[in-house]
């Protein structure tokens, strides 16, 4: 018996997505901290937080307690 985990290929998505989404936050905070800050910079970084937080959790779940919430789900708290 093998120790390897499969996940869901929406879950495969949800992570992909986490990557680029923190990405983005990276790249406004580094442009926060060079002075380039206006209120769009700060809107989006916490726009980005909250997206990948989200994001976080879904998958924790979903890895963690089974299917616990539907890929609808994931789309509706995104958006």
């Given at each position: ?9 929406a ?24 002075g ?13 937080t ?7 959790s ?22």
């Amino acid at each position: 018996m093998s120790d390897r985990t499969t996940i869901s290929s929406a879950t495969e998505v949800d992570l992909m997505q986490i990557v680029a989404l923190h990405r983005l936050l990276d790249f406004a905070v580094s442009e926060a901290l060079a002075g380039n800050v206006d209120d769009s910079v700060l809107e989006g970084v916490v726009i980005l937080t909250r997206m990948v937080g989200r994001k976080v959790s879904l998958v924790a779940n979903r890895l963690l307690g089974g299917d616990a919430f539907s890929r609808d789900d994931c789309n509706s708290c995104c958006e």
